[in-house]
Each structure stands twice: as C-alpha cells, then as structure tokens.
C-alpha cells in the first residue's frame, strides 16, 4: 500500500515570504498526485493535481507543486504567501488502478500579517 | 459542483451509544468514503463504497459499520460509541469508472464522545 510523508507538521512565516511543503510517497508504481487545503473552519478543498504530462502543476491562488518522478516527490510551492493562505495542507497520492486515496499527515501553515 | 452534505456539523454522545452520521451527495457519484481527521495523524480511511450495497475496510474500520442502501446516501455507524472516537468524519465521494482518485468532501461532523 502506498504511504506519504509530509515533514514539518507546523509552519509559521510572514507575508510575502516564501513557502514549500514536501511531500514524499513510497509507491514505486504509477500515481496521481493531490494537494488539498483546508481553510479554517472549512471543508477539505482541491488545491492541485497531476495526473500525466508537465510535471509542473498549477493551481489555485498561486500554488504550484513539481513533481520528480525519481525523488517520489510532490513538492508545493508558493513565491509569496499571504494571510489568507493561513491553513492546512495535506498530499494526498492514489495508486493507479486504486480506489484509493492516501493522505499524509498535514502541514499546518500560520500567515503572520 | 459537487455537493456533500453531512447531516450534522456537531454532535456530542455518551459512552456506549449509538451513533449515526449520515452523508448523501447529488453528484450520482460511485465512490463514496468516511475519514476521520485528527490533529497531526492527518485523515484515515475508515470504510468507502463503490457501489450500492458494497462496501471495503479502509485503514481504521474497528468499532465502525457502514451502510449503502441508495447511491446517493453512505451512512457510518458507531455501535457503541467510545472517547477514542471523539474526532471530526469527513464523507468524501469520487466518480467511478476511469478512476483517478479526485475526492470532493463534505463539511464534516464533529463528534465528541463523553
């Protein structure tokens, strides 16, 4: 079964900084890869995916996230974040042929004004 | 878009209870899920549905049942409710066929067991 790791559960930073999550996934297959963001008091969201083609994937409000097939890596990115980016963060990979959606364990991002 | 909608957005139980959570989607959507969210343990699948009347173990099912009668509606039932399962559940559903995995989720249910 696949498995994802997310490091640094707690992020705190300031506006106009910059931000990358990682996300690493053991599963030696063929995958989909998810970004999900889950605003305060909201529901889980779609913020990115990639299924095929360019390994760099954009998504709403400015996030991107790289893929590296040889790393088993799913990157997200943003060059400046903002206060309202203030959430949490989970990667989420599903095996090809898989019903299944893995999660890793969340990233908890704090937007300092 | 798709809509997920959870019936209750918070409950409180007693020890020993019976529990229903109930989650129905208007998307004619196959696949149907329950997490649970917990801080720094991020969501585990608890049981999904891929069809009327069927159902998988996902991850963590101990202590959980669930029940598919109609397509749009994914009932999980907690038997006898416990403190260690005081979390947040999320109803996800996903189209079926070429299967990508994409979920869409509903608010979620709070759950506080005393």
């Known amino acids: 079964a696949q498995s994802v790791s997310q490091h640094n559960h707690h992020v705190i930073l300031s506006e106009a900084a910059s931000l990358e999550l990682g996300c690493n996934y053991s599963?030696?297959?063929?995958?989909?890869l998810f970004w999900y963001v889950q605003y305060p008091g909201q529901h889980l969201q779609l913020l990115l995916k990639?299924?095929?083609?360019?390994?760099l994937v954009k998504g709403i409000k400015g996030f991107e996230a790289e893929f590296i097939k040889s790393k088993f890596s799913f990157n997200l990115r943003k060059p400046s974040v903002q206060w309202s980016d203030t959430a949490e963060y989970f990667c989420?990979?599903?095996?090809?042929?898989?019903?299944?959606?893995?999660f890793g364990k969340g990233n908890q991002v704090v937007v300092i004004p | 878009d798709v809509k997920v909608t959870q019936s209750s957005r918070y409950l409180v139980k007693r020890t020993g209870e019976k529990v229903f959570l109930e989650c129905v989607q208007d998307?004619?959507?196959?696949?149907m899920f329950w997490y649970r969210q917990d801080p720094g343990l991020g969501l585990r699948l608890i049981y999904f549905?891929?069809?009327?009347?069927?159902?998988e173990k996902g991850d963590i099912p101990e202590g959980y049942s669930v029940s598919r009668e109609k397509k749009e509606r994914f009932s999980l039932i907690l038997e006898s409710a416990s403190t260690n399962q005081t979390s947040m559940y999320l109803c996800?559903?996903?189209?079926?066929?070429?299967?990508?995995?994409?979920?869409?989720f509903g608010e979620g249910s709070r759950l506080t067991v005393l």
């Open positions: 996800a559903t996903s189209a079926g066929g070429t299967y990508t995995g994409e979920l869409f």
């Open positions: 990639y299924f095929s083609g360019d390994p």
């Open positions: 549905s891929y069809d009327v009347k069927m159902k």
């Open positions: 989420a990979v599903n095996a090809r042929g898989n019903n299944r959606l893995a």
């Open positions: 998307m004619d959507h196959e696949n």
């Open positions: 599963y030696g297959g063929t995958v989909n």
